[in-house]
């Protein structure tokens, strides 16, 4: 635990003193990218409750997340359409229901 908290302090840190630029136009595919690792993390501490985690599947499901969620950015962006925020919506919907599953889990451990 304690090499996680370090990794998560000195990833702050680092982020918040290096300056680094990108293009604006790559702005949707950056915050699709975070929310695709974001659901990814969430969903892994949601099965690890449940003792279900897998790995491999975990991985699996990032990279066709991540891949699916960028085709869509990339077509929309090509149709002059914002077909991306279909992606945000999912992986919204998917970030709230494993919340409410961990919230369910640290209720439960408490009440008993």
Same mark, same amino acid.
Not at 54 to 80: C, R
């Given at each position: ?14 982020? $918040? ?17 975070? +929310?695709? $690792? ?17 790995? +491999? ?14 085709? $869509? ?11 991306? +925020? ?27």
């Amino acid at each position: 635990m304690f090499y996680v908290t370090a990794g998560i302090i000195l990833g702050i840190i680092a982020g $918040l003193n290096f300056n680094v630029g990108y293009n604006p136009a790559y702005a949707v595919y950056i915050s699709l990218s975070i +929310l695709a $690792l974001i659901d990814t993390i969430i969903n892994i501490i949601s099965e690890n409750l449940n003792s279900e985690v897998n790995i +491999l599947k975990s991985g699996i499901l990032l990279i066709s997340d991540l891949a699916f969620a960028l085709l $869509l950015g990339y077509i929309g962006e090509q149709l002059g359409l914002p077909i991306y +925020l279909a992606a945000i919506f999912a992986f919204g919907n998917n970030i709230y229901k494993n919340i409410r599953v961990i919230t369910n889990f640290v209720i439960q451990k408490y009440n008993k």
